[in-house]
């Protein structure tokens, strides 16, 4: 088992950035798979970005390419850049246990609790 606890979210005016982090408890993170979801009000779950175990490999949803970067050490981060208000949602970490990078939320095993991200125009 693992636990996932994400920080980093809050309120940021478009163009602005910031910085999500995400802890892992229990068994070794880097054992994992990681990604970011998100989740808006009314929306399905969508995929954000993912890394390698070994962080050598990284890929990101078209919508955020070039403006979010993932990258993890012991934490997995997602930094945001330029910011948009459609980037308004919940954050959510995720792991799982195969190397592939892998986009549909149910082919993540574990799950944090979510961080909120609101980006006011």
């Known amino acids: 088992q693992v636990q996932l606890v994400e920080s980093g979210g809050g309120l940021v005016q478009a163009g602005g950035s910031l910085r999500l982090s995400c802890a892992a408890s229990g068994r070794t993170d880097s054992r994992y798979t990681m990604g970011w979801f998100r989740q808006a009000p009314g929306k399905e779950r969508e995929f954000v970005a993912a890394?390698?175990?070994?962080?050598d490999n990284t890929y990101y949803a078209d919508s955020v390419k070039g403006r979010f970067t993932i990258s993890r050490d012991i934490t997995v981060y997602l930094q945001m850049n330029s910011l948009k208000p459609e980037d308004t949602a919940v954050y959510y970490c995720?792991?799982?246990?195969?190397?592939?990078?892998?986009?549909?939320?149910?082919?993540?095993?574990?799950w944090g609790q979510g961080t909120q991200v609101t980006v006011s125009s």
């Open positions: 995720s792991a799982r246990s195969m190397p592939a990078l892998l986009t549909r939320p149910r082919d993540y095993n574990y």
């Open positions: 890394i390698s175990r070994s962080g």
